[in-house]
């Protein structure tokens, strides 16, 4: 399976160099894109000291994790929740007779190599972050994991949003609020948000474990809500858990499905 989406991957890569002027413009616009979302956090630090209580730093910590796990997911996986259109379109029917999973067909669909500029803008955001927090050895050992956590998460999500358009069509703005939207969600602390909306993104739809519980355990920050302390190692049970639901989804999709126009 891996063999085939690196393979699929590839050649999606070799076709978008054919044209190498726009596939540079695309990784530069979408780095600049998403560093307008880092310009409205200094907006905000230039008029306040701290955000529920973190610091400017702290905050671009978030940022970052997020962004990483966020961009990762969307590179690797989030051709998915485009099933609607290769459903309308006839396309998904061919992927399903091929001798290959349909899944990673639809993954690897179209790889945008172009979303690299939003790995590289999160990726430097958390570096810049890091340098400002010098944090204890003991607890730098669970960002690596949170990211790969917060990867897998986020790729549940898209393949959630996806199983989803195989009841709706229609479906993918109703995906794009959870993905997308989550994405943003956890780049500012939780603690921002009101408390009902932080119990449901931790024990229904875990987008607190893409970094915001990790992050305590990291900065060595109390639960502003009172959370049990055992959710901060609770990520990789998360993400097992979305991750298993996601494919059930998928699977359950896949076998109901009838052809386009059902």
Request: with cysteine; glycine share 10%; proline share 5%.
């Amino acid at each position: 399976m891996t063999r085939t989406y690196l393979l699929l991957a590839w050649t999606w890569l070799r076709a978008s160099a054919q044209y190498p002027a726009p596939l540079t413009m695309m990784i530069i616009g979408s780095f600049v894109l998403t560093a307008l979302d880092v310009a409205a956090i200094w907006v905000i630090f230039r008029h306040t000291g701290t955000l529920a209580g973190f610091g400017l730093a702290e905050v671009m910590f978030l940022y970052g994790t997020a962004g990483v796990s966020f961009a990762l997911a969307d590179l690797l996986f989030g051709n998915v929740d485009r099933l609607s259109r290769h459903i309308r379109a006839g396309t998904f029917d061919v992927m399903l007779i091929r001798p290959a999973s349909a899944f990673v067909q639809m993954a690897a669909d179209h790889f945008g190599v172009h979303r690299l500029g939003r790995v590289t803008q999160a990726s430097v955001v958390l570096g810049l972050a890091l340098s400002r927090l010098h944090l204890e050895a003991g607890r730098a050992w669970m960002i690596p994991l949170m990211i790969v956590c917060g990867t897998v998460i986020f790729a549940s999500v898209f393949t959630l949003g996806g199983a989803l358009q195989f009841l709706l069509t229609d479906a993918p703005e109703v995906a794009n609020a959870f993905t997308y939207g989550g994405g943003t969600l956890v780049q500012y602390p939780l603690s921002v948000y009101g408390g009902e909306l932080v119990r449901g993104v931790t024990y229904v739809l875990p987008l607190a474990f893409v970094n915001w519980q990790p992050a305590l355990f990291v900065l060595d920050r109390p639960d502003p809500l009172g959370l049990p302390y055992w959710l901060r190692f609770a990520a990789p049970l998360a993400a097992l858990l979305l991750a298993a639901a996601a494919a059930l989804a998928w699977r359950t999709g896949v076998r109901r499905y009838r052809s386009t126009g059902s």
